[in-house]
C-alpha cells in the first residue's frame, strides 16, 4: 500500500510503498478516505515527542471505508463508513489513563496512509451529516476539547466559558460544542481575523492576547468566567485567576507558551477555583462526543483540505499555525 513515512527528525515526509498491515482477530483494516493533522504530528517530524520510533506512519485522525477484517465474526464491519477513535488503551480508571495508553499514529502506524489497522473497539459510524474530510477533522481534538469542557469543567447551559486561543483545532471545537451547549463563549486570539471568525461561529466578543490589558478587556465584556479552557500555559495562565468567578474550573490540555507560572494561592483557594489538567479522553466520553455532534448536528471547522501526497505542505503550514480550525488529508 501507499503511505506517508517519516524517515527521521527534520525530515520531509514522504509517499512510499509500504506493507500492507496484517490483521490479528478483532482487527479490520480501514481504507482511509481522508485523514486530518494535530499538532502532534508536527512536534513528531521535529523530534520533539517522546516515544518516537522512526520510520513511523504518522496520523491519529482519520475516517474511510471497513474494507477488510481479521476474523469472520467481524464481517458485519466490511463496507461500513466509520471514524476512528485514536485513544487506545485508557485503562480502568476513568479520572486518568493507564500505564498502557497510547494514541494512534505513534508507536503504532497511523492514517497517513492508504490502510490502517485498527481494533473494532475503536471504530465508530460516521456521522452521515459529515463529508468525508469534516468526520476525518473530528476525533482527536473534538475528544480532547469535549473532556476538557464538560468532563473536567462541567460546563453548562448558561455558563460564560472563555476558549484561550481559539484559532487551534482543539479550540474551534471547544467553541463549537459550548455554544452548542447553551454556554456564553468568550475567545482570546492573537489575531483579529480569527477573532471574527470565532464570533460567526457563535463567540459574544474576544480579545487579542498580545495587549496588555486583555484581561481588563475580557472583565468588561464578561464580567467572569466559570470555565476556562486553555492549551498553552505560560505566563498568562495567571492572569486567568483575577478573570475568574468563584467556584471557576481552568482546564488545560498543552503548554505551548511555557509551563504553569508562579500563582497567587490565596486567589485560587478563596475563589474555590479548580485547576484541571486532561489529556484525550475515555471509549465512553468518545461515544458521548460522536452522540453529540449527531442530535446537533455539528460540523467541525475546517481551515484547509491537502491532497495526501502534498502531507509535507500540510505540516509546514501547521508549523506556521495561520489556520483556524483543522488541517486535513484528501486520500
Known sequence: MKAIVLEG?????????????????GEVLVKIKAAALNRRDYWITIGKYAGIKYPSILGSDGAGIVAEVGNRADEHWIGREVIINPSHDWGDHPEYQGKDFKILGLPENGTFAEYVKVSTEYLYAKPTHLDWEQAAALPLAGLTAYRALFTKGKAKKGDKVLISGVGSGTGTFALTWAFAAGCQVFVTSGSAEKIAKAMQLGASAGVNYHTPDWPEQLQQLAGGFDVIVDSALGDGFARFLDISDPGCRIVFFGGT???????????????????????????????????????????????????????????????????????????
Open 9 to 25: 527528525a527534520g525530515q520531509p515526509l514522504v509517499l512510499k510503498k509500504v506493507e500492507k498491515p496484517i490483521l490479528n482477530a
Open 257 to 331: 507558551a511555557g509551563n504553569v507560572p508562579e500563582l497567587n494561592g490565596r486567589k485560587i483557594f478563596w475563589k474555590q477555583l479548580q485547576i484541571l489538567g486532561t489529556t484525550m479522553g475515555t471509549k465512553e466520553e468518545f461515544k458521548a462526543m460522536v452522540d453529540f455532534v449527531n442530535e446537533h448536528r455539528l460540523v467541525p471547522v475546517i481551515d484547509e483540505v491537502f491532497p495526501m501526497v502534498d502531507a509535507e505542505k500540510a505540516v509546514q503550514k501547521m508549523a506556521e499555525s495561520p489556520q483556524f480550525g483543522k488541517i486535513v488529508l484528501k486520500a
